[in-house]
């Protein structure tokens, strides 16, 4: 059995592909240690109750709540942030039509909407401006309206399509 | 805010996890999704000593139908259920209903499990499980029992469960003829628990309904099946006569409460639109 009365657990995962090992708290969310131990600050914390949708990562693949999963269990998992996929080169188009349809303002909420929308795109490359609605529902922007986001998703949907 | 510190342990069986059920009582949390129960841990509405992450429990996220029904573990993810073509095919009230549990994000790790021991009186699947008059398996050290879901619920975030028990799956019997499902509901915002939800599960025989089971969620402390609307709508087709009477008697099912979501008035409104629109849809095409 795993596990001791301690507090404390060793975990072992990769994040955006290297390797990590570290001890951390149990109670430790995700976000958390990626922002505080590992530094990748792309990951935001808004409402830690899983409304807001800010600190949206990926744990093997898979978008998730890194404020309602903790870091201990993702041991042994792969985990990527906006900093990793950004990298990759793979959501380029859209933080480029994120730019040009002024589809953020703070930012805050950006790097969870990037994720949010090439994962909705994934499953759907061409969804209505409703469909877009709907699946950004978990994730708040207080800037924008949405509107530019919306407009933002629907173009790169479209040079998508057409490439 | 964050959590208070916890031990963290992660049993490989379920013998392991009994034990340490024993081992705390009421002072562990089993971890399933953690899409309920993270929440208020980082809220501190609940300081378990210790927390048993049973995700790593072995065969309790199998999807699996066999000629008694379909069987859902109580570790399959929501966005599993969602997808497969067994639930699709089998349990078709549920694979309407999944859309409308939370968002992607939260689907991808909220189990089926957490979903129905978490009692949530808005969430879509125990309203589900009522209307389909499924039954939950539960395990405890060396014995197992079935609960039917009408007797799961005792009230808010209140279940049948005792203490040294886990849910380990819900089993759903199989569908009969003629029975058909309509899952529909009422939210501000997409995602959103429901202000009213409606779990329609119906034997429709020559265009007319001929049993119903209506179960509604977010208009008491528990699943709450509308049995003088079920009456009035037996042996009927959903005309305007029927419909108006099926909405009196539903008047009379329900004594939903008024939040800062909705009044009472409003959910009791909101839930007679959804009764009218389920009775027409189940009956549509014959």
């Known amino acids: 059995m795993e596990g001791t009365l301690d507090t404390t657990i060793e975990i072992a995962l990769t994040v955006n592909g290297a390797a990590v090992r570290r001890r951390v708290e149990a109670r430790r969310s995700l976000v958390d240690f990626i922002r505080e131990d590992l530094e990748l600050t792309g990951s935001h914390v808004g409402c830690e109750q899983g409304v807001c949708g800010a600190c949206t990562v990926r744990v093997d693949g898979a978008l998730a709540r890194g404020c309602l999963t903790l870091a201990v269990q993702c041991d042994g998992a792969a985990v990527e942030t906006i900093e990793g996929v950004a990298a990759s080169g793979e959501i380029a188009d859209l933080q480029a039509a994120f730019a040009v349809a002024n589809a953020l303002q703070c930012g805050f909420c950006t790097p969870a909407m990037l994720l949010t929308a090439h994962e909705l795109l994934r499953g759907n490359p061409a969804p209505s401006g409703a469909e877009i609605r709907r699946g950004l529902s978990g994730n708040y922007c207080r800037c924008t309206g949405y509107h530019a986001i919306v407009e933002a998703i629907l173009a790169t949907a479209a040079t998508r399509r057409n490439t | ?286």
């Open chain 2, 1 to 286: 805010m964050k959590p208070a510190p916890f031990a963290y342990h992660r049993p490989a069986t379920l013998d392991e996890a009994f034990s340490l059920l024993d081992r705390y009582g009421p002072d562990a949390r089993l971890l399933a999704g953690g899409q309920s129960l993270v929440p208020a841990l980082n809220m501190r509405l609940a300081t378990p000593a210790a927390l048993v992450d049973i995700n790593r429990l072995p065969g309790l996220d199998a999807i699996v139908f066999a000629p008694e029904g379909l069987t859902i573990g109580a570790l399959a993810r929501q966005e599993a259920v969602l997808r497969s073509p067994l639930v699709a095919r089998h349990a078709p009230l549920v694979a309407q209903a999944m859309p409308q549990v939370a968002h992607l994000a939260l689907r991808t790790r909220g189990t089926v499990g957490g979903s129905l021991a978490q009692a949530d009186p808005a969430a879509e699947l125990p309203a589900c499980a009522v209307a389909l008059e499924a039954v939950l398996r539960v395990a405890r050290r060396g014995a197992a029992r079935e609960i039917p879901a009408a007797r799961f619920y005792r009230g808010i975030y209140t279940t049948a469960l005792e203490p040294g028990e886990i849910l380990t799956g819900l089993v759903i019997p199989a569908l009969a003829a003629g029975w058909r499902s309509h899952f529909s509901e009422l939210a501000r915002r997409h995602g959103d628990y429901a202000l009213v939800a409606l779990a329609a599960h119906a034997r429709i025989a020559d265009g007319a309904i001929a049993e119903a089971r209506l179960v509604f969620a977010g208009v008491g402390l528990t699943p709450v099946r509308a049995g003088r609307a079920e009456a009035a709508v037996s042996g009927r087709r959903p005309d305007a006569a029927t419909l108006a009477e099926a909405g009196s008697a539903l008047d009379a099912d329900l004594d939903p409460p008024a939040d800062i979501h909705a009044s009472a008035a409003l959910r009791r409104h909101l839930a007679r639109v959804l009764l009218s629109r389920a009775l027409t849809a189940l009956t549509a095409g014959g």
